[in-house]
């Protein structure tokens, strides 16, 4: 049977009846049909008590199937009897179907065409939609009220602006931003070009120090400015937003999905800035129309006696909202831009054509990048920091020590003193060639000391020793000199350098000749 439930079910439907709870809300609870719920409570009503919504019924006669107010009536109506006139609608006799179909999600078309296929219905399809309209009518509960203490809850919005001028005289289309404190209505406006994350910050936090605290909660949609994915049960907001609630201490909250009327006061106070403060207004400029909507917040806005409240706007946020709300912080929001960026081969990340470095472990992987007009930071898919620049400007690179893989770092980059240390493993000869070659040639000396390491790969550090004394007695301060004594095989430190025919002690042969020439010459 379509009726029959597993025991546990049938427990929890006589605990939660007992309890108090209607049938529509055990239905809701257990994810089962009103018409099981009254079935396995024994409530099963026979067709001549059943509720009739027909024309001939007032609405204050109207009960909602599975409300108290029908438990009420169907209890204290005597057996065979109804205390409500009997619907002429044709479609009364299916009523009990069609609320189950209403339960399933079905349209009034598709609840018509059930019941012609599966009951044999014979009536009109406005018949259905007619009588469809009055159950729903019947059936929805009335909307809760909530009002909140001062300094609590603060709701925004964005709605569409007036045109402006931008700064090439061309029309552009702006949207109006709007903040109202829950328990005053005190409001704050900002016409804004486009609406990112960024900007939001901004307006939101020109509201909190117009205004002059910041509120426990701010209620918003699930705008993308600030909702990175929705969800009524754990929504994930951007983490730059997260940064900037824990910078004010307060709490955004957003709505469920499509659902605007959890914040019926900023729906209705968008409506209120854009019929009385801008509609049918074209400004000069953006910077005019925030002038405009500062003076009307003001002077009009705030005058007013607010039609709920029957208070004046004004008047209770200085005298009672205003005390409440939290303390601003010492200094605004620390602003900056954030984006994705790929570590590129060379281990740098490009933001507005500069270049910074990130750790060689992220080669090739999408880090998350914060800047300002002063500092950079790379952070990891944890939101941890881990490499942190100044600002360049465009087309320069910013590359930290510690993100370049020893190998890749040349000898001649790690300056002098490290290619020194290095030589002294050679031995006591070779550093003291080093240190003369050192002297002598000042930074051009660390090719050659490059080379006399690399020659330690080839030859034994006797061999090289023995090279370098031989070199440094004859004070041939170069590299060639040291690779030619060592390919020789020259070990013999008495041995005559006669290749060193370029050292600057020693002048060219012909000079010698000239110089003979001169003196037979004078004789």
Same mark, same amino acid.
Request: proline share 4%; charged share 25%; net charge positive.
């Given at each position: 049977?379509?009726?029959?439930?597993?025991?546990?079910?049938?427990?929890?439907?006589?605990?939660?009846?007992?309890?108090?709870?209607?049938?529509?809300?055990?239905?809701?609870?257990?994810?089962?049909?009103?018409?099981?719920?009254?079935?396995?409570?024994?409530?099963?009503?026979?067709?001549?008590?059943?509720?009739?919504?027909?024309?001939?019924?007032?609405?204050?006669?109207?009960?909602?199937?599975?409300?108290?107010?029908?438990?009420?009536?169907?209890?204290?109506?005597?057996?065979?009897?109804?205390?409500?006139?009997?619907?002429?609608?044709?479609?009364?006799?299916?009523?009990?179907?069609?609320?189950?179909?209403?339960?399933?999600?079905?349209?009034?078309?598709?609840?018509?065409?059930?019941?012609?296929?599966?009951?044999?219905?014979?009536?009109?399809?406005?018949?259905?939609?007619?009588? =469809?309209? !009055?159950?729903?009518?019947?059936? %929805?509960?009335? *909307?809760? &009220? @909530?009002?909140?203490? +001062?300094?609590?809850?603060?709701?925004?919005?964005?709605?569409?602006?007036?045109?402006?001028?931008?700064?090439?005289?061309?029309?552009?289309?702006?949207?109006?931003?709007?903040?109202?404190?829950?328990?005053?209505?005190?409001?704050?406006?900002?016409?804004?070009?486009?609406?990112? =994350?960024? !900007?939001?910050?901004?307006?939101? %936090?020109?509201? *909190?120090? &117009? @205004?002059?605290?910041? +509120?426990?909660?701010?209620?918003?949609?699930n705008g993308s400015c600030a909702v990175k994915h929705a969800d009524w049960y754990d929504a994930e907001l951007h983490p730059k937003i997260n940064d900037f609630c824990k910078h004010y201490q307060?709490?955004?909250?957003?709505?469920?999905?499509?659902?605007?009327?959890?914040?019926?006061?900023?729906?209705?106070?968008?409506?209120?800035?854009?019929?009385?403060?801008?509609?049918?207004?074209?400004?000069?400029?953006?910077?005019?129309?925030?002038?405009?909507?500062?003076?009307?917040?003001?002077?009009?806005?705030?005058?007013?006696?607010?039609?709920?409240?029957?208070?004046?706007?004004?008047?209770?946020?200085?005298?009672?909202?205003?005390?409440?709300?939290?303390?601003?912080?010492?200094?605004?929001?620390?602003?900056?831009?954030?984006?994705?960026?790929?570590?590129?081969?060379?281990?740098?990340?490009?933001?507005?054509?500069?270049?910074?470095?990130?750790?060689?472990?992220?080669?090739?992987?999408?880090?998350?990048?914060?800047?300002?007009?002063?500092?950079?930071?790379?952070?990891?898919?944890?939101?941890?920091?881990?490499?942190?620049?100044?600002?360049?400007?465009?087309?320069?690179?910013?590359?930290?020590?510690?993100?370049?893989?020893?190998?890749?770092?040349?000898?001649?980059?790690?300056?002098?003193?490290?290619?020194?240390?290095?030589?002294?493993?050679?031995?006591?000869?070779?550093?003291?060639?080093?240190?003369?070659?050192?002297?002598?040639?000042?930074?051009?000396?660390?090719?050659?000391?490059?080379?006399?390491?690399?020659?330690?790969?080839?030859?034994?550090?006797?061999?090289?020793?023995?090279?370098?004394?031989?070199?440094?007695?004859?004070?041939?301060?170069?590299?060639?000199?040291?690779?030619?004594?060592?390919?020789?095989?020259?070990?013999?430190?008495?041995?005559?350098?006669?290749?060193?025919?370029?050292?600057?002690?020693?002048?060219?042969?012909?000079?010698?000749?000239?110089?003979?020439?001169?003196?037979?010459?004078?004789?």
């Open positions: 049977m379509a009726n029959q439930l597993a025991m546990d079910k049938v427990q929890a439907v006589k605990h939660l009846a007992q309890s108090g709870f209607s049938e529509r809300r055990i239905a809701e609870q257990l994810g089962i049909s009103r018409k099981a719920v009254r079935h396995h409570l024994g409530r099963n009503r026979p067709k001549d008590t059943k509720a009739p919504t027909g024309s001939t019924c007032s609405k204050d006669t109207k009960a909602p199937t599975g409300s108290d107010s029908h438990k009420a009536i169907t209890s204290e109506a005597p057996s065979g009897a109804s205390n409500r006139p009997i619907s002429s609608s044709q479609c009364e006799p299916f009523r009990e179907a069609i609320l189950d179909m209403l339960e399933r999600g079905l349209t009034a078309q598709r609840i018509y065409q059930d019941l012609q296929s599966e009951f044999g219905f014979v009536a009109k399809y406005h018949s259905v939609r007619r009588y =469809v309209a !009055r159950l729903s009518e019947s059936t %929805e509960p009335p *909307f809760r &009220r @909530l009002e909140c203490e +001062p300094g609590t809850q603060m709701q925004v919005d964005f709605g569409t602006g007036a045109r402006c001028k931008n700064h090439e005289g061309k029309l552009i289309k702006t949207y109006v931003f709007r903040a109202i404190l829950s328990h005053s209505r005190k409001g704050y406006s900002e016409a804004v070009t486009q609406m990112t =994350v960024e !900007r939001f910050i901004q307006v939101l %936090e020109n509201a *909190f120090w &117009r @205004l002059g605290g910041v +509120p426990k909660v701010v209620i918003f949609d307060f709490a955004l909250v957003p709505t469920r999905p499509r659902t605007p009327r959890h914040k019926g006061k900023i729906e209705r106070g968008i409506g209120y800035v854009k019929n009385n403060a801008l509609k049918s207004k074209v400004f000069e400029s953006l910077a005019a129309q925030n002038e405009h909507l500062d003076h009307w917040e003001s002077s009009v806005a705030d005058t007013r006696i607010h039609g709920t409240t029957k208070k004046h706007v004004g008047q209770v946020f200085q005298q009672i909202e205003r005390a409440a709300l939290q303390p601003l912080p010492q200094s605004r929001f620390p602003f900056y831009e954030e984006g994705r960026r790929r570590v590129s081969r060379d281990g740098h990340v490009a933001v507005k054509h500069s270049f910074y470095s990130a750790p060689p472990e992220y080669l090739g992987r999408e880090v998350w990048v914060r800047w300002n007009s002063k500092i950079l930071r790379i952070l990891n898919d944890r939101m941890e920091v881990i490499a942190t620049h100044c600002t360049r400007e465009r087309g320069r690179f910013s590359t930290l020590d510690e993100h370049i893989v020893p190998e890749k770092i040349h000898g001649i980059e790690k300056g002098l003193q490290y290619l020194l240390r290095k030589v002294r493993f050679l031995g006591a000869s070779a550093t003291r060639w080093a240190e003369l070659l050192i002297e002598e040639r000042g930074v051009q000396a660390a090719r050659s000391l490059q080379g006399l390491l690399s020659l330690s790969k080839k030859f034994s550090c006797d061999d090289m020793n023995r090279a370098c004394d031989l070199a440094w007695r004859s004070k041939a301060t170069n590299y060639r000199a040291i690779k030619r004594i060592l390919e020789n095989r020259c070990a013999d430190s008495q041995l005559t350098l006669d290749f060193i025919e370029e050292h600057p002690i020693i002048r060219p042969v012909s000079e010698y000749g000239q110089f003979i020439q001169r003196a037979i010459q004078g004789s």
